[in-house]
Each structure stands twice: as C-alpha cells, then as structure tokens.
C-alpha cells in the first residue's frame, strides 16, 4: 500500500506551475490580483467597512474604481 502524505510540498515549481508561468499575460495576473482584493473586503465585517468608508453592496464599485 503506498503512503500519500498532504503535507508535502514539492521545494521546487512543478512542471505545471512553470507552464502556467509560462504562459501567464499581465491580464491574468491583475484578473487575479482582482479577485484577491475582492476577497479580503467581503471577508471584512460591516464595521470595519464602514471605517474605509465602504458599504457592503459598494465592494465591487470601489475595487474596480466607479465612485459615487
């Protein structure tokens, strides 16, 4: 029986992630910088929201910069 420990994490890039890389635009990767910033505010709490002066249904307009 083999033995498959999730913990371990090659100390080099695979093959994949090096294609990836590879072939990666600059669209890509503000595509991902995008949704990283989305993240992080819709994982903040209404209160600390409101003290950056943003409401909840606002998240996507002040991410992408359509201001009011």
């Known amino acids: 029986m083999a033995f498959f420990d999730p913990a371990f994490t090659p100390s080099r890039p695979g093959l994949r992630s090096r294609l990836t890389a590879l072939f990666e635009t600059p ?5 991902r910088q995008i949704a990283a910033e989305v993240a ?24 992408f910069g359509a201001r009011r």
Do not use: T, W, Y
Request: hydrophobic share 35%; proline share 0%; charged share 45%.
């Open 27 to 31: 669209f890509d990767r503000r595509s």
């Open 40 to 63: 992080e505010l819709r994982r903040r709490s209404d209160e600390e929201l409101a003290q950056m002066g943003i409401r909840r249904d606002q998240i996507l307009m002040h991410v």
